[in-house]
């Protein structure tokens, strides 16, 4: 439960912002049509964030406790510098024709690779023993950034203070790191 907790929290507040959740706003405003949308977002999300868990938990199995330990002390502190950094998203930017769920998921899942969201679930599988709960916490965090993104886009951005939302996503990474680092996880094997 805590593996779901965490990456529920962490992801839906690391989207906020990110170029993923920019892209939910445009293709919303393209498109005008939020079921398929909604729908593709959450299917690529899936798929991204599967392979993603599969990645980290394979990763962890790979590398001795302390290793593991060291590396995900780093790639958390790092995170945590990563999401004060803001994201864009090329308005002009031309989406292929393939009707709006299937342009939606191509573009949202390779959006995806290599973004802050897709990293964190790597590290949060490699921390936690438990890549069900991950995936699904990581993708209902990504869900909860988004789907309000879709069905309500200008007017959530113009109210929601990214600055603060961001500082707080960073200083969560930040905790996870340090806490890391300082050896709590142990009874985990970490």
């Known amino acids: 439960m805590e593996a779901f907790i965490v990456s529920t929290g962490i992801v839906a507040l690391a989207e906020i912002g990110d170029k993923t959740q920019l892209l939910a706003f445009l293709l919303a405003a393209k498109f005008r049509r939020p079921v398929p949308i909604i ?82 679930t790597v590290a949060l599988a490699a921390r936690f023993d438990a890549l069900l709960a991950v995936v699904a916490g990581t993708t209902l965090g990504m869900m909860i950034a988004n789907v309000p993104a879709v069905l309500f886009g200008e007017r959530i951005a113009a109210k929601v203070p990214l600055r603060l939302v961001h500082g707080i996503a960073a200083a969560i990474f930040a905790l996870l790191g340090v806490a890391t680092l300082l050896g709590a996880g142990e009874r985990l094997g970490f």
Not at 46 to 68: R, T
Request: net charge negative; no cysteine; charged share 15%.
């Open 39 to 120: 729908l593709a977002i959450l299917v690529a999300t899936l798929a991204n964030h599967a392979v993603a868990a599969s990645v980290g938990a394979w990763v962890s199995a790979q590398l001795g406790p302390e290793a593991m330990r060291w590396i995900l002390g780093v790639g958390f502190l790092a995170m945590a510098a990563w999401t004060l950094i803001p994201d864009e998203v090329d308005e002009k930017a031309k989406l292929p024709r393939y009707g709006v769920f299937l342009t939606t998921l191509i573009v949202f899942f390779l959006a995806e690779m290599g973004d802050k969201t897709q990293v964190a």
